[in-house]
């Protein structure tokens, strides 16, 4: 069995309600931090879930319409947070990372796309077509940037849908299920649908069990626990009420069935890492 090594980082953060991510929460603004998962795979080398917020993403969110992203959710992120910054503080240049598999393509999780151009990118074929298939503003309306994206027109990512899929192994499949990015069973892909197009999250093993980045199929470790959505009204504007809670509930139960596997969201306070010295 391959095993990966990997920490995650805090790529900057924006404020929001609570209440606006899980039913019944505290209309105060909340902290939600954008998190990234840095990976050690023992050949391919450094591989990074999502990239969060930078200085591309304030480039892109500048001038309106795209200014309304940042008023809607506020953005803080100083010039040491972002994650290029940081890494190269741990040693690691942005030519070291070898791949970026991306879970959707909302502004918060590729806004540090740009800094690492040597990577190979990996993504859903079903999150760019809906994304080539909108206007400015209708891209805009559900948090998608496609200026981050420019250079795609000319190298493609990896297509998730063209790899292999294959069984999920249990207790994960109540997902059926996922995709073998590299074909070894190091990274599998698992379909997080209702949140955005192509949403995906990843299962690997650390050698202490498996780990489950589930990206924003929930905003908060909390609402996994409970099976405590967000309000319909930020579910349906984003993508689908009805789908989303079912991945919810899927992740809920998998929670209880199977306390060992530790579920990752992407913004999820409790797992914010330890701020450096």
Not at 36 to 58: C, M, N, Q, R
Not at 99 to 104: D, F, L, Y
């Amino acid at each position: 069995m391959v095993t990966l090594e990997w920490r995650l980082y805090e790529a900057g953060y924006c404020t929001h309600p609570e209440r606006a991510t899980r039913q019944g929460a505290p209309a105060r603004a909340c902290e939600f931090p954008a998190l990234v998962a840095l990976l050690k795979h023992p050949t391919l080398g450094w591989i990074l879930f999502d990239t969060g917020y930078s200085e591309h993403f304030l480039q892109a969110t500048a001038a309106f319409p795209e200014r309304l992203y940042r008023m809607v959710t506020p953005v803080h992120l100083s010039p040491q947070a972002s994650l290029a910054v940081q890494l190269r503080r741990d040693g690691i240049a942005p030519g070291d990372i070898a791949w970026i598999v991306v879970s959707h393509l909302h502004g918060d999780h590729i806004g540090g796309l740009a800094d690492f151009p040597q990577a190979r990118v990996a993504c859903s074929r079903e999150a760019w077509d809906d994304l080539q298939a909108r206007t400015r503003v209708g891209a805009l309306r559900i948090g998608l940037l496609p200026a981050l994206l420019a250079s795609w027109k000319d190298t493609p990512p990896r297509w998730f849908e063209a790899q292999a899929s294959v069984p999920l192994p249990p207790p994960l499949d109540a997902f059926e299920r996922g995709i073998d990015l590299f074909g070894d069973a190091s990274l599998l892909l698992v379909p997080l649908p209702g949140h955005a197009a192509g949403h995906y999250g990843a299962v690997f093993d650390d050698g202490h069990g498996p780990v489950f980045l589930v990206a924003d199929a929930s905003w908060s470790s909390q609402a996994i626990r409970d099976n405590t959505p967000p309000p319909a009204l930020v579910t349906a504007w984003l993508g689908s009420t009805a789908v989303y809670r079912d991945t919810l509930a899927r992740l809920h139960a998998l929670h209880h069935a199977a306390p060992e596997v530790r579920l990752v969201p992407s913004h999820c306070p409790e797992w914010r890492p330890e701020p450096q010295a």
